[in-house]
C-alpha cells in the first residue's frame, strides 16, 4: 500500500494568535497597573537616592501629553527617621516622549507644590544607608548639656587654696616667742632702776660731800672715775638691750600687720578661685538658637542639602544600583549628548507655616557638564504674613571634583511668633515676637560649604522659665535682652555642614551668671570673712600687750640710758676743783 | 508538572521531530537565563509560538533554566560587565545607546547582556547535545524502556493515566 505523507507547515498560524493575545494582555496590565508600578519604582528609585525610605500616595499618568502626577511624596531623613527630609504635597512633570525612548527623562515643565521640611512621618522610616557616627552626632541637639555650669562650694575652695590668715598667725606667733625669749636674754643685763638711782646717789654724794684736802680730791676722781666705767658698761648694755627691743619690736609690728591683712589677702583669692565653671557658655548663642536656626538654615540651604546628595548618587551607578543579582545599567553618553536626566524648568511652591514660597528652577540635572550649564534657582517673596521681603539666588553643577555652587540671599522683616527656642526641663525659652533681618551667602566648592550670614533680631520679646538657678539667670537675661545680633559661619562638608553661631548674648550671659554665681556664695564668703577676721583680730588682741609691754621697756631703756648719759657727761673734776679752790681761797682770805 | 512531563515523554516517544525538540530546548533556555521582560523574549516567544517547535520542551527548558539563572546571575553580571568595559567596544555601545532601538532592548544591562551572550554561545550546543539525545532515545532506549518492570508498573498509575489520555 503506498504511503502518503502530508509535509506539514513550518508554520504554526494558531500560535500566531496566543502570541498576539499574550502580548495584548501583557499591554493590558502594563495600562491597568502603570500606575502601581510607576509608584513603586519611584519609591524605590528615590528610596535609594534618598538613603531611607520613600513613601508616595498615589501616581497617575497621561498618555498626551505624557504627564505623571505623584502626589504625597514622603521621604525620610536617614539622620532622623521619625521625621521626612521633605515631603512634597502634589508634583506633576511633562516628560519628552522622543528623548524617552532614547532612554531619558527630560521633563519640561515640573511644578510642585506643599513642600515642606522636617515634617514628622506616621511610622518611623526605614534607613537603608546609615548616616555616620559625625553625621548624627552633629552641631545641635546636645543643647543645655553642652552648658555645665557649676561652681565650687567656700569648702572645696579652702581645699584648694593656701589660707595665710593662719599662717600669719602662726609665723606671728613663733616670732612674738623667739623675740621673747632674745628679749629675756638681754633684759638680764639691763641694769634696774634701783642701780640707775645707786649710781645717782653715789654721784651726788660725790658732788655734794665735802673736800677739805687735795687728797680727797684725788679720791673722789678715782671713785668717779670707776663709776663712769660702770656707767659705760651698763650704757652699752642698755644699747644692746634697745637693739635688741627695738628689732623685736619691729619685727613684731610687721607681723602684726601682715595678721591684719591677711583675712583680706585670704578672701580675694577664694574669691578668684570660686570664678564660676563655665564649659561651653561660649556656645551659648549656638544652644539657644542652634535648633532654630538650623530649621532656618534648612529652608537656605534646601537646594543644597536635599537636591545636591540625590543628584550626586543619582550620578553615581553603583549607588542606584547593587551589582549582585540586580546588574549594573551601564551608561555611554558622550561628552556632548544631552543628559539623561534633565527638568527644563520647575516651579515649586515650599509651605513655611501659612505661607507659600515660589522657587524658580532651571536646569536641574546631575549631568552639568554635559549641559553645559549649573542648575539655577531663584526665590522671591514680598509683603506676606510671615516677612516683608525675600530675595534668594543660587547656582550650582556637580563637577568631576564634586558640587560647586554659590547662593546669596536677603530677607527682612521676618515676623516671628511664638517660636520655640528651647523646650528642655531645664530651661524653656520661647520667642513670643521678634523681626529678622538676614543676608549671608554661602559658597561650595569641591562639596565644602565656606559662608556666612548674620541674624539681626529686633523687637524680641523673650518668655522663659528655668528648673535651676544658673538656668534662672539664663533666663532672665534672655526676657531681657530686645535685640540680638547673632553672626554665623558656615563651614565642613556638604552633608555635615558646621554652623558656628556667635553673638554678644554669650558675653552678656557670661557676666550675669559670674555676678549671680558671687551673690549665692556671698553667705558661705561672709561666714569665711567672720572666721578669718576673728582669727586674726584674736591673735592682735593677745599680743598687743605684750607689743606694748616691750615698747615701754624699749622706753624706759631709752630713759635710763639718758640718765646715764646725763652721768657720764658730768665734769665732775672741775665741780670738785672749783670746790677746793673756794675752801682754799676762804682759808686763804680769813688769814 | 506530571503533564507536563507526560507531554514531553510524549514528544518525545512521538513522531516529533528531533530538532523541533532540540530547538525548543534552547529556545527555553534563552528566555530562562535571560531576564523575562526584555524585548528579545517577545521575539523568542514569537519563534516558539509560530513555528512548529515543542512547548512542552520549550515551557520545561525554561522554568529549568530560570531556576538556575538565580544562581547564574553572578557570572551573567560579570561577563556583562567586562563586555561593556571592554575598550574596543566603546563606539560600538555609545552608537548603540544612541539609538533608541537598542536602548529598547537594554543591552547596556550587566546581567541581560551577560546571560544573552552565554545564551546564544551556549545556543549550538545545547541545540546539538539535545538533538543526539533524542535520537539516541528513539533508537536505542523507547524500546528498551517500555520493557523495564518499573516502567510496567508505573503504566499501572496516575501518571500513564494522563500520558494514555493526552494520547487518546
Known amino acids: 500500500m503506498e504511503q502518503h505523507t502530508v509535509r506539514r507547515s513550518a508554520f504554526r498560524w494558531p500560535g500566531l494568535v496566543a502570541f498576539l493575545i499574550i502580548v495584548a494582555l501583557i499591554a493590558a496590565f502594563s495600562w491597568l497597573l502603570l500606575d502601581t508600578i510607576l509608584k513603586w519604582s519611584l519609591e524605590r528609585t528615590l528610596g535609594t537616592l534618598n538613603g531611607a525610605e520613600v513613601n508616595i500616595e498615589r501616581v497617575d499618568h497621561q498618555w498626551v501629553p505624557l504627564t505623571i502626577e505623584v502626589s504625597g511624596v514622603q521621604m525620610t531623613d536617614p539622620l532622623q527617621p521619625d521625621f521626612n527630609r521633605v515631603a512634597i504635597g502634589e508634583l506633576r512633570g511633562e516628560l519628552n516622549w522622543e528623548q524617552l525612548l532614547l532612554g531619558r527623562f527630560h521633563f519640561e515643565q515640573v511644578v510642585s507644590t506643599g513642600i515642606r521640611v522636617h515634617t514628622p512621618r506616621e511610622s518611623t522610616g526605614e534607613v537603608y544607608q546609615l548616616p555616620s557616627k559625625e553625621q548624627m552626632g552633629g552641631w545641635l541637639g546636645e543643647g543645655m548639656e553642652r552648658i555645665q555650669l557649676s561652681m565650687p562650694s567656700v569648702d572645696e575652695v579652702m581645699e584648694r587654696v593656701d589660707l595665710r590668715t593662719p599662717t600669719a598667725v602662726a609665723e606671728a606667733k613663733e616670732s612674738f616667742g623667739e623675740q621673747k625669749e632674745r628679749v629675756q636674754d638681754v633684759l638680764s643685763k639691763l641694769p634696774s632702776k634701783e642701780t640707775i638711782a645707786a649710781y645717782e646717789t653715789e654721784v651726788k654724794q660725790l658732788t655734794e660731800s665735802e673736800i677739805e684736802t687735795p687728797a680727797q680730791l684725788r679720791d673722789k676722781q678715782q671713785q668717779f672715775a670707776e663709776l663712769k666705767e660702770k656707767f659705760a658698761e651698763d650704757r652699752q648694755a642698755i644699747e644692746e638691750f634697745k637693739e635688741v627691743v627695738g628689732g623685736a619690736v619691729d619685727e613684731l609690728k610687721t607681723q602684726m600687720e601682715k595678721v591684719k591683712a591677711a583675712p583680706k589677702r585670704d578672701l580675694d583669692r577664694v574669691r578668684e578661685l570660686m570664678q564660676l565653671n563655665s564649659d561651653g557658655l561660649s556656645e551659648i548663642t549656638a544652644v539657644l538658637f542652634g535648633d532654630q536656626a538650623r530649621r532656618w538654615a534648612d529652608y537656605m540651604l534646601l537646594a543644597y542639602e536635599q537636591l545636591a546628595p540625590m543628584l550626586k548618587r543619582s550620578a553615581d551607578e553603583t549607588a542606584v544600583q547593587p551589582p549582585r543579582g540586580e546588574g549594573i545599567w551601564f551608561s555611554f553618553t558622550g561628552s556632548d549628548a544631552p543628559p539623561d536626566f534633565l527638568i527644563k524648568k520647575a516651579r515649586t511652591e515650599f509651605a513655611i507655616g501659612p505661607t507659600v514660597l515660589d522657587v524658580n528652577w532651571e536646569n536641574i540635572t546631575h549631568q552639568h557638564e554635559q549641559l553645559g550649564q549649573p542648575t539655577t534657582f531663584r526665590a522671591r517673596g514680598e509683603n506676606n504674613a510671615l516677612w516683608s521681603s525675600l530675595q534668594l539666588n543660587g547656582e550650582m553643577a556637580l563637577t568631576a571634583t564634586g558640587f560647586d555652587a554659590r547662593q546669596e540671599w536677603r530677607v527682612q522683616g521676618v515676623n516671628l511668633v511664638r517660636t520655640k527656642l528651647s523646650e528642655r526641663s531645664e530651661l524653656a525659652a520661647t520667642i513670643l515676637s521678634a523681626l529678622l533681618d538676614s543676608e549671608g551667602n554661602v559658597a561650595l566648592r569641591d562639596s565644602q560649604f565656606d559662608g556666612n550670614a548674620t541674624l539681626r533680631l529686633a523687637d524680641m520679646v523673650i518668655e522663659a522659665s528655668a528648673e535651676n538657678q544658673w538656668a534662672a539667670v539664663i533666663a532672665q537675661a534672655l526676657e531681657s535682652l530686645q535685640r540680638l545680633d547673632i553672626n554665623a559661619d558656615i563651614k565642613g562638608a556638604l552633608m555635615d555642614p558646621d554652623f558656628s553661631l556667635s553673638s554678644d548674648l554669650d558675653r552678656q550671659l557670661g557676666q550675669a551668671l559670674q555676678a549671680a554665681a558671687m551673690d549665692a556664695a556671698e553667705g558661705e564668703l561672709t561666714q569665711l570673712r567672720q572666721r578669718l577676721t576673728s582669727e586674726a583680730d584674736g591673735f592682735v588682741g593677745d599680743y598687743q600687750d605684750d607689743l606694748s609691754e616691750l615698747t615701754n621697756l624699749l622706753g624706759d631703756a631709752e630713759n635710763r640710758e639718758a640718765r646715764l648719759q646725763e652721768m657720764l657727761e658730768m665734769k665732775l673734776q672741775n665741780q670738785l676743783e672749783d670746790k677746793v679752790k673756794d675752801k682754799l681761797k676762804g682759808i686763804l682770805g680769813n688769814n | ?168
Open chain 2, 1 to 168: 508538572m506530571l503533564t507536563l512531563l507526560a507531554r514531553l515523554l510524549r514528544a518525545l516517544n512521538s513522531e516529533s521531530g528531533a530538532w523541533a525538540l532540540a530547538i525548543a530546548f534552547v529556545l527555553g533556555m534563552i528566555m530562562g537565563f535571560t531576564p523575562l521582560w526584555r524585548v528579545h523574549n517577545l521575539v523568542i516567544l514569537l519563534i516558539a509560538l509560530l513555528f512548529r517547535v515543542n512547548l512542552s520542551g520549550f515551557i520545561l527548558s525554561f522554568v529549568i533554566c530560570s531556576g538556575l539563572a538565580f544562581l547564574l546571575d553572578p557570572l551573567f553580571h560579570q561577563v556583562g560587565f567586562a563586555i561593556l568595559s571592554a575598550e574596543g567596544w566603546q563606539p560600538v555601545w555609545q552608537a548603540m545607546y544612541d539609538s533608541a532601538f537598542w536602548r529598547v532592548v537594554q543591552f547596556h544591562h550587566t546581567i541581560t547582556l551577560g546571560s544573552l551572550v552565554i545564551s546564544l554561545a551556549f545556543a549550538p550546543i545545547l541545540a546539538i547535545v539535545s538533538f543526539w539525545l533524542v535520537s539516541q532515545y528513539r533508537r536505542r532506549i523507547q524500546t528498551w524502556f517500555n520493557k523495564l518492570r518499573i516502567v510496567q508498573a508505573l503504566k499501572a498509575n496516575r501518571f500513564w493515566a494522563i500520558y494514555s489520555n493526552l494520547r487518546g
